[in-house]
């Protein structure tokens, strides 16, 4: 029995405008592919870049320029874009809003017991950059993706949406 289940794109659709979200921000992400599909059909602009740390800096130029964009890739990017996630939330207090599929992970085991490590050490790192985040395991727990997103803007705080299995 699977631990984490798809979370549909129309719910992650959903959780991006009912923030009004501006822009979302992304390294293409297969993980994430159906709301990738559904953001095409959507008024939302698509803003692709190269690296994550390139996503995390078009992320603070929009929001500096009075936008409200979302961030979305892989946890691999948290790993990949340390350096610029420290510094936007601890030394330029930029509210990072970010949406990132668990790429590799086993969704036939809880996140800590996953034998890679870009998924069970994905948390703790998160936790020792002092970085808000949550993990949605299923749809059953799609209603958390909207407030943890908002929270980045309300808090002016990185907050990260963790979605544990990939998207349906």
Avoid at 17 to 44: C, E, F, N, R, W
Avoid at 124 to 140: F, Y
Wanted: some cysteine.
């Amino acid at each position: 029995m699977p631990v984490a289940t798809p979370v549909g794109a129309p719910a992650a659709l959903s959780a991006l405008t009912g923030i009004g979200t501006t822009h979302v921000v992304t390294v293409p992400d297969t993980h994430q592919k159906s709301v990738m599909l559904a953001l095409d059909d959507s008024a939302i602009p698509v803003v692709r870049a190269a690296t994550e740390d390139d996503v995390l800096a078009i992320c603070a130029g929009l929001w500096m320029a009075g936008q409200k964009p979302v961030a979305l890739i892989q946890q691999l990017g948290l790993f990949a874009s340390v350096n610029a996630l420290r510094a936007f939330t601890h030394d330029q207090s930029v509210p990072l809003a970010i949406l990132a599929g668990m790429y590799g992970r086993d969704v036939d085991v809880a996140v800590a017991d996953d034998p890679g490590s870009a998924v069970h050490l994905c948390l703790p790192l998160l936790e020792t950059l002092g970085v808000r985040s949550v993990l949605v395991e299923g749809p059953d727990e799609a209603h958390l993706i909207q407030p943890a997103l908002e929270a980045a803007f309300e808090e002016t705080c990185t907050s990260v949406v963790l979605l544990g299995a990939p998207t349906a």
